[in-house]
């Protein structure tokens, strides 16, 4: 090569810094891809279904445990199975001698009516809480729904009964379930009305429907998952109850608590354990069909009504 040839220029030296390729930063690890966390994540299953035998399970295996033994093995409630089963033959002792029909009825005549009037009137004033937004109806609604956790005063509804000549009576004692548990309607029923669209109500209105054909044509077909729920537990608290009907009652109506309560003392259940968790599982059985046939809508009335 000759001094004067042109030198052949070697490349551009390039930047070491863009040679490198940037550091990617670590992916982050992701909460089941911990060891620690997939565990815990496994264990909770087994966890609730323990938790669930335990509250649930064991009570529940006690009482038809004992309703299943017979005198002698029953006069110390445990958890051991009886030698012979004689749950059928308890069960039809109670059914014949325990008065169990009569107590029946009694409690059907005041369980239905306040169940159906507790969720009619209860879902038409949150009906209207819901749809109107004023500041009147929210303090109204406050006022609604703090009987959930104000008790109501037994002593003061006992005078009142007396001097409306409701004391004693099956009218009363509805009137009285449907005071204490209409907080309880209107709290679910009010957030399900919220979801459902307003667009439904004007077409009904522009059709010529008037504000009661609406409710009951348009909305409380709408409701019904909601009222399941809330029949669900108005059923429950007013099936079981024995305070209110005792005081309120008075004994002039029999229902099956104020039955179990009275024969539980009598020559027919003393100390006749057997007997007694046999009259459960059947005083039980009514709330167990309604449970199956209401509990597909349960779970959607009580995030739909609560949670929105």
């Known amino acids: 090569m000759t001094p004067h040839s042109p030198a052949r220029r070697s490349p551009a030296r390039q930047n070491p810094a863009r040679q490198i390729p940037a550091r990617q930063s670590p992916a982050r690890r992701s909460p089941a891809a911990s060891g620690r966390v997939s565990f815990a994540t496994r264990l909770q299953p087994f966890a609730a279904t323990a938790l669930a ?3 649930i399970g064991i009570p529940l295996w006690l009482v038809v445990a004992t309703a299943g033994k017979s005198r002698g093995e029953a006069l110390i409630p445990n958890l051991t199975p009886p030698a012979h089963w004689h749950l059928l033959e308890n069960l039809g002792e109670v059914w014949r001698e325990g008065e169990v029909p009569a107590a029946f009825f009694g409690s059907l005549l005041v369980v239905v009516p306040a169940v159906i009037g507790v969720l009619i009137f209860g ?23 703090s009987g959930i ?5 037994v002593v003061t509804v006992v005078l009142l009964l007396r001097q409306l000549g409701l004391a004693g009576s099956a009218v009363g004692m509805i009137g009285v379930y ?18 459902i669209p307003v667009s ?18 348009v909305v409380l077909p709408l409701l019904r998952p909601v009222l399941a729920t809330a029949t669900i537990l108005v059923c429950l608290y007013v099936w079981n109850d024995v305070f209110y009907a005792f005081f309120v009652v008075g004994g002039r109506l029999d229902t099956l608590p104020l039955n179990l ?17 046999a009259y459960v599982i059947l005083m039980s059985l009514p709330l167990v069909v309604v449970f199956a046939v209401a509990q597909r809508k349960i779970i ?3 995030t739909s009504g609560a949670v929105k």
Do not use: K
């Not at 879902?123 to 729904?145: E, F, G, K, P």
């Not at 956790?149 to 005063?153: F, N, V």
């Not at 204490?180 to 009010?190: E, K, P």
């Open 300 to 302: 959607s009335g009580i």
């Open 178 to 195: 449907m005071g204490i548990y209409m907080s309880t309607v209107i709290f679910f029923v009010t957030g399900f009305v919220r979801t």
């Open 200 to 217: 439904l109500e004007e077409a009904a209105q522009i059709d010529g429907a008037g504000p009661v054909r609406v409710f009951f044509h």
């Open 149 to 153: 956790i104000l008790p109501p005063a």
């Open 261 to 277: 309560f009275r024969v539980a003392g009598a020559g027919l259940y003393l100390n006749n354990w057997h007997l007694i968790f």
């Open 53 to 55: 035998l335990v509250t």
């Open 123 to 145: 879902s038409m004033a949150s009906w209207i809480l819901a749809r109107r937004a004023t500041r009147l109806n929210a303090v109204l609604y406050a006022l609604a729904i």
